[in-house]
């Protein structure tokens, strides 16, 4: 006999992909938001169902597996392609369990992983499910035959049908979520005059279009960062610093925050153009405003030394503290320092081993050299 490691094993490994096949279900139920809740709500009840598939009469001997598996791992639906927990699904199905003819509708009904997709074997299993008072089936044959006849509706040139059709792509009610099929239905109603859908056909149309003005803008901000790089290092072209400073400085005032940190390095050390502190730390500020370390650890440092800004060990402290929470390894030597010396914060040497340690576990050898002398003293 498997010892009852083995078991609990093997178990929790087809209650996840279980619960991932239940999810997909009540997603063409539902909406994927609230399936999302619905499927966390009922994941015990579900676990415990799994378990007296694959055991039978003797799931009660383990039911306390129902408290060792509590995690509901949205990432199982990776892994639906264990045909043999499908092959227990639809025999669990054929047996009659109405939890089980739902599972396996809603697989047919999508067309998940293993499963073609098959409307009308989909709702033959709705009907068996709900044929046993299984609420849920019940439900989404409503929802499809609401779906098909709104369709029928709609292609016969219903502009009220039209709006509907498109709300229930956009909701994925009973249909599953499909956001092309949303807009172009929006787009029928929308030209045939109706008011409600012609806004959200236009608010739609907004979002792409801002969307592909920003993909657009990135694009070539990139474009002219590369070249910036070109003749920064010399790759493909003569090296020449003053070149790549125009190009950096293009993708810099076109948001691109690499570009602004280069454009800092370049005004910082005086390479490309003339040394400018305050206009380093102007490019530095954009660049780690949103979110780049290295920025960030420059602003940092631009506050310890007090070039190009007022000399602030508090603001110096502020910088190296967000450039460290990412992982930069200057900034977490840097503010192992301030907590070491007292500067800018209350001195805290455990903080200050924290992030020497941090910036050693990164190569550091200024980090490492600092903690071997702590550690002699």
Avoid: C
């Amino acid at each position: 006999m498997e010892n009852f490691l083995s078991i609990t094993v093997k178990v929790i490994v087809r209650l996840v992909l279980i619960i991932a096949v239940s999810a997909i279900a009540f997603i063409a139920l539902h909406g994927y938001d609230t399936a999302s809740v619905i499927v966390k709500n009922f994941a015990v009840r579900f676990k415990y169902e799994a378990v007296k598939i694959y055991y039978g009469k003797d799931a009660e001997k383990i039911a306390d597996l129902r408290k060792k598996t509590e995690e509901y791992d949205d990432r199982a639906s990776n892994k639906l392609t264990d045909i043999s927990i499908l092959k227990q699904i639809k025999k669990s199905a054929k047996s009659g369990s109405a939890e089980n003819q739902f599972i396996l509708a809603g697989l047919y009904y999508l067309g998940i992983k293993d499963v073609k997709q098959d409307r009308a074997e989909a709702v033959k299993w709705y009907e068996r499910a709900a044929g046993q008072g299984h609420k849920a089936a019940q439900e989404m044959l409503g929802k499809i035959a609401a779906y098909e006849q709104t369709k029928k509706s709609a292609e016969e040139g219903s502009a009220e049908s039209q709006f509907k059709l498109a709300q229930m792509y956009d909701s994925g009610y009973g249909i599953g979520k499909d956001s092309a099929e949303a807009f172009k239905w929006y787009q029928k109603a929308a030209g045939q005059g109706h008011a409600e859908a012609k806004k959200i056909a236009d608010a739609i149309n907004f979002e792409q279009t801002k969307k592909s003005e920003e993909e657009n803008r990135i694009k070539l901000a990139e474009e002219n960062r590369v070249k910036a790089e070109m003749y920064y290092r010399g790759t493909g072209v003569k090296q020449d610093y003053a070149e790549a400073a125009v190009w950096y400085k293009k993708a810099a005032e076109q948001g691109l925050s690499d570009a602004q940190y280069a454009l800092g390095g370049i005004y910082y050390n005086g390479l490309g153009a003339e040394e400018n502190p305050k206009e380093a730390f102007k490019w530095y500020k954009k660049a780690a405003d949103q979110g780049h370390s290295g920025a960030q650890y420059a602003i940092g440092t631009m506050y310890y030394d007090g070039l190009g800004v007022t000399r602030r060990y508090g603001g110096a402290v502020n910088w190296y503290k967000k450039a460290a929470q990412q992982g930069h390894a200057g900034a977490q030597y840097a503010l192992g320092g301030m907590y070491y010396d007292g500067r800018g914060i209350i001195q805290d040497y455990d903080k200050a081993l924290h992030w020497y340690k941090k910036a050693a576990e990164q190569g550091s050898a200024e980090a490492q050299k600092k903690l071997d002398e702590i550690e002699r003293n």
